[in-house]
């Protein structure tokens, strides 16, 4: 028995060794990079790994997953969640001294109720143009039709 226990823990930690990984906010986090920024909302590390390396860590570990959006913004990588995760958004990015950075963020009540305002606001502004629109061609219209009556125009 002491045996199996003795060749069964270093099995286990082999098979573990390949995840690389932790997590922040059930954010995967890949092992091997400094903690640049750290709080309860935000985790920063820098790696010196290629870029293609992270970015292939993070499809590996959020693959199969619903509500995930990638968007390739040339020299970064965005994995913004629009579903009900505790994370918002997964920045993977060159920083100035060429390292890369890999940025999670916490979904927050402030970014949440600032679209929402803005999508209020912006319903009510085009509301407010298509409305003054409207008044402008009633005006015009009235004033045609008076211009062309006055002129005798009107009658059958």
């Known amino acids: 028995m002491k045996t199996f226990i003795k060749c069964s823990l270093p099995a286990l930690f082999l098979m573990a060794a390949p995840v690389l990984a932790g997590d922040f906010l059930s954010a995967p986090v890949r092992s091997?990079?400094?903690?640049?920024?750290?709080?309860?909302?935000?985790?920063?590390?820098h790696y010196h790994l290629p870029q293609e390396e992270i970015i292939q860590f993070y499809r590996d570990a959020l693959k199969n997953q619903e509500d995930l959006v990638y968007k390739d913004r040339g020299e970064s990588l965005e994995i913004e969640d629009h579903g009900k995760r505790a994370w918002h958004k997964i920045v993977i990015e060159t920083t100035e001294k060429g390292e890369l950075a890999v940025t999670i963020t916490k979904d927050s009540w402030t970014w949440i109720m600032g679209t929402l305002a803005i999508r209020f606001v912006g319903v009510f502004v085009v509301l407010l143009i298509v409305y003054l629109g409207m008044g402008a061609s009633t005006w015009i219209i009235t004033r045609s039709v008076k211009a062309v009556e006055a002129k005798g125009g009107g009658k059958a």
């Open 32 to 45: 091997g990079g400094q903690t640049f920024r750290s709080d309860k909302s935000l985790l920063e590390m």
